[in-house]
């Protein structure tokens, strides 16, 4: 399933498009926690070139407030089922490997796992229950800032989880790597994570999912604008950037220009 992702095999950049049902979210907490509003603007995405539709009901926004396991299941899971139902593609952006079943059983076919330590977390055997994809992510916040290349810090982390989630019976080509892009970096370490993409597919064998969208990362570079067509046309840059080092799949708020960008960077590259 996951190997469906690698752009070296098809040519293609995928967009998994943000679907956060939460309150609390940094760029669009509250605007989807109706479920007829999220399943609308998942239908939005999908017609606009989205190929995965990534549902969350827990914001991870530096300082989130943790949700319980029950009230994140009671936001997502009818809106999981219902875009199950009209045949998209779902990952479900969770840590909880309750919410992690419950969504895989109601569709989603990708757990997208932000907490960065596969051994202590039940992620791994909950995907190997359901044979759903895996996202691991490094994430920096779990260990702390430490000297040195965060790069190299970033490939024996995700190395260890990677071992892990086999050992543990995901299949390997489920598996897809996340550089962990503003979860715990500096803006120095973030363009080094991205400029080592390639690196963190470990020579191509699982594709990258690059996760930058409106993040502090774009601002910075930027100038800290607020601005939010920049913020997302800046977010579209890094994103060609990524993909130019190696990523597969773009996560993003925007998807219509993005999609169109992509088409084009995809068109000149793909006999490369």
């Known amino acids: 399933m996951a190997s469906g992702y690698k752009r070296s095999i098809s040519g293609r950049t995928f967009i998994m498009g943000i679907l956060n049902v939460t309150p609390d979210s940094f760029s669009d907490g509250g605007m989807f926690l109706d479920k007829d509003k999220a399943v609308a603007r998942a239908l939005e995405m999908r017609d606009e ?6 549902v969350g009901g827990e914001s991870t926004r530096p300082g989130f407030i943790p949700v319980e396991c029950e009230e994140e299941k009671r936001r997502i899971i009818p809106v999981i089922r219902q875009l199950s139902d009209m045949g998209m593609v ?55 800032t430490q000297d040195g290349s965060i790069l190299n810090r970033a490939i024996s982390e995700t190395e260890e989880n990677i071992e892990y989630a086999l050992a543990a019976g995901v299949d390997e080509d489920r ?36 996760a930058a969208s409106r993040k502090r990362v774009v601002k ?15 977010s579209d840059a890094l994103a060609l950037a990524a993909v130019s080092r190696g990523a597969s799949l773009i996560r993003s708020h925007r998807i219509r220009n993005l999609r169109d960008q992509l088409n084009v960077f995809d068109r000149i590259m793909e006999d490369k």
Request: net charge negative; proline share 3%.
């Open 90 to 144: 779902i990952s479900v952006d969770t840590t909880k490997p309750e919410v992690a079943i419950a969504a895989s059983e109601n569709g989603a076919s990708i757990i997208n796992d932000i907490g960065g330590d596969l051994r202590s977390s039940g992620m791994a055997e909950a995907a190997a229950m359901n044979g759903s994809g895996l996202v691991i992510m490094f994430n920096c916040r779990r260990n702390g």
């Open 49 to 54: 070139g989205a190929d995965i539709i990534d």
């Open 175 to 210: 598996i897809i790597i996340d550089p962990g892009i503003g979860f715990g970096t500096t803006r120095s370490q973030d363009i080094e994570l991205t400029r080592g993409l390639k690196d963190l597919s470990f020579g191509d064998r699982f594709p990258v999912l690059y």
């Open 220 to 234: 910075d570079i930027i100038g800290g604008t607020e601005d939010m067509d920049l913020l997302d046309d800046s």
